[in-house]
């Protein structure tokens, strides 16, 4: 009987032995040689970066680097990127234009090349898909338009297109105004006061979202607000964080069991908007689902028709999407319009002038948006020194050749969007300036007609279906608040932006209002 239990127990220590074995050489072979295999065929092109570590790639580097950088105070300059993104900076100056970088074991092409950067994103070759989402980013969006792929990604973007562009775009307008009448009510008792722009824009940009999209409210969405937005905080203390092998598959981090828990919440608040919607209309209190964004996506979960059907977790992920995109970029660019307005007050004059002279004090229309040319030309500007979308990342299907490079199947190509826009080769020696008249003569000429110097919406077919509909949005907002209030920044503000989903100010913006009616 002994006899036979130590032969078991030494099968078990050998199986073992040999199962651990087996794990250790996976690891080594993922996480040690396919790394160095891929860094020394990239290094022969000439492509250098710095050096791969194991499991961790770049990323301790880069968390070091990004925690030096938010430690030290700033200057009131729009020369942001060695703050906000002192990896990019200090290593496009040391490697160039384009450069190797690993996100763990994963490896990415760095790149401020518009050529290349074109040829990617403009994807006529069906060559580069969008990587899968980072497991917090999942939670965040699902497999929303954002995120998703093929055929699943064309439905989507159909009802989207339809839902923000044309004619749904104008009927919107009314919505948009509404919001913003409904903030200014309340900026009524701050007059020659202090007020925090990123905030009350927050607000604001969940209201229009919600108006526009729901035909709901801030306040009735203001529960999946609050926790997209701690989902939101998640990804960004995750963001550059490398999961360690084999232990993150049976370890949760409180990370990990928060943001499970805030998914299945956000899934039975978008449900219970969902059937709502659908219990009106079998009541007999509507006659259709719906024009805006929500009707057309419970339309198409209704649909007999299979090739048109949306499932319930599709539509879940698109109203996180869009509830989520639709407010984070717009808040965004909105408060760092209004500090760039504030500290450039002949630019503030001349869009305040532009304003009276097109609506008065009426409120705005579409028409009227369209020739905004001082206010477009303001907002362009923004978006180039404060662009909102940290970077793109688009994944190789297979082994394929990019301008000189040829990279393996699997790699990653990241576009800094910030480290183009400021990148002084394409936009001269005062890349780091305010200087809207660069855009005086439209997009294409201030870009020297390169079409990929200037993405802050991104570009080809994956550009941002809900683009117009943001601008339109900032410019009505800015044109109501330059109709009423000059704007000066207040002693209390602190320059300190930082990267999070979008770039955000740290320590929120702190504007003083000064109502024109007192100055009349």
């Not at 999961?243 to 993150?248: A, K, M, V, W």
Request: glycine share 6%; with cysteine; hydrophobic share 40%.
């Amino acid at each position: 009987m002994m006899d036979v239990r130590v032969k078991l127990l030494i099968l078990l220590a050998t199986s073992l032995l040999i199962y651990s074995l087996i794990v250790l050489l996976k690891v080594l072979y993922d996480y040690w040689w396919v790394p160095l295999r891929i860094q020394h065929f990239l290094n022969s092109q000439g492509l250098k970066g710095p050096p791969y570590k194991f499991i961790h790639g770049c990323n301790k580097q880069i968390n070091k680097m990004r925690s030096e950088a938010l430690s030290k105070p700033m200057g009131l300059t729009h020369d942001i990127l060695p703050r906000v993104f002192p990896h990019y900076y200090s290593w496009i100056n040391l490697y160039g234009k384009n450069y190797l970088s690993w996100d763990g074991v994963q490896a990415q092409v760095v790149t401020t090349d518009p050529e290349l950067i074109k040829e990617v994103l403009k994807n006529s070759e069906q060559t580069f898909r969008k990587r899968e989402p980072p497991i917090y980013v999942g939670r965040l969006l699902g497999d929303g338009l954002v995120t998703t792929e093929g055929e699943k990604w064309a439905k989507k973007r159909k009802l989207a297109n339809y839902a923000f562009h044309g004619e749904s775009l104008k009927n919107m307008t009314p919505a948009v105004i509404a919001s913003v009448e409904t903030m200014l009510d309340k900026w009524k008792d701050k007059e020659g006061k202090e007020i925090e722009a990123f905030q009350e824009f927050r607000i604001l940009t969940s209201e229009v979202i919600s108006r526009t999209a729901f035909g709901s409210s801030y306040f009735e969405g203001e529960k999946i607000f609050y926790m997209l937005q701690k989902l939101a905080d998640i990804v960004s203390r995750n963001s550059n964080k490398s999961r360690i092998p084999i232990l993150s598959k049976f370890w949760k981090t409180d990370d990990d069991i928060e943001s499970e828990k805030l998914a299945r919440e956000i899934q039975d608040l978008v449900i219970e908007i969902v059937k709502k919607r659908e219990n009106k209309v079998s009541s007999g209190g509507a006659e259709s689902f719906g024009s805006d964004f929500l009707g057309l996506l419970v339309k198409a979960f209704n649909n007999s028709d299979e090739k048109n059907k949306i499932s319930m977790e599709d539509l879940v992920d698109e109203c996180k999407t869009f509830y989520f995109a639709g407010q984070e970029t717009v808040n965004a660019s909105l408060a760092w319009a209004v500090l760039v307005l504030a500290i450039h007050r002949d630019w503030q004059d001349k869009a305040r002038r532009e304003v009276m002279e097109i609506f008065g004090k009426q409120n705005p229309h579409s028409e009227g948006l369209a020739k905004l040319k001082i206010m477009s030309m303001i907002i362009n500007e923004t978006l180039r020194l404060y662009t909102p979308l940290n970077g793109m990342v688009r994944r190789a299907r297979r082994q394929v050749q990019v301008g000189k490079l040829v990279l393996p199947a699997e790699v990653d190509v990241l576009i800094p969007n910030m480290a183009l826009h400021h990148d002084p080769e394409l936009w001269g020696d005062d890349a780091h300036v305010f200087k809207p008249e660069r855009f005086e003569e439209g997009i294409a000429k201030a870009t020297k007609y390169n079409a990929a110097a200037f993405i802050p919406f991104g570009m080809g077919p994956r550009a941002c279906v809900g683009m117009t509909f943001a601008i339109n949005e900032t410019k009505t907002a800015l044109s109501m608040i330059l109709q009423r209030y000059t704007i000066s920044l207040s002693p209390a503000y602190v320059h300190s932006p930082a990267p999070r989903i979008t770039v955000q100010p740290q320590h929120g913006i702190q504007v003083m209002l000064n109502s024109l009616s007192n100055d009349a």
